[in-house]
């Protein structure tokens, strides 16, 4: 079955880095679109970064130039490299696989539990 295990959340200081890791297990990441996603306390849950089957990303302006989506194919698991980081920053953080177009949810999957990333000041 589909599992994704996100990690490497913690207490960063405003300027500090963290990187994200999301192993996954029923599937091959570089067979999909795969996303992260964040959601603050009291905001919808939004896509911050993608990377396509073939290698192309997108990030949203707010962590365009700070943060950096990769994959390792043979460890099966996504990364989000995340730099200079703001309290705005500040959310749990998700990855998801999304449909080869990096559209779509795959309806089999669910949301895993995230890793919770705070930035003070």
Known sequence: QVQVVESG?????TGGSLRLSCAVSGYTVSSYCMAWFRQAPGKERE????????????????????FTISRDNAKNTLFLQMNSLKPE???MYYCRRLSTNCRFFLAIDT???GTLVTIYS
Not at 47 to 66: E, F, H, L, P, Q
């Open 9 to 13: 959340g913690g207490l960063v200081q």
């Open 89 to 91: 920053d500040t959310a």
């Open 111 to 113: 949301w895993g539990k």
């Open 47 to 66: 896509k911050i970064a993608t990377i396509s089957a073939g290698g192309s990303t997108t990030y949203t302006d707010s962590v365009k130039g700070r």
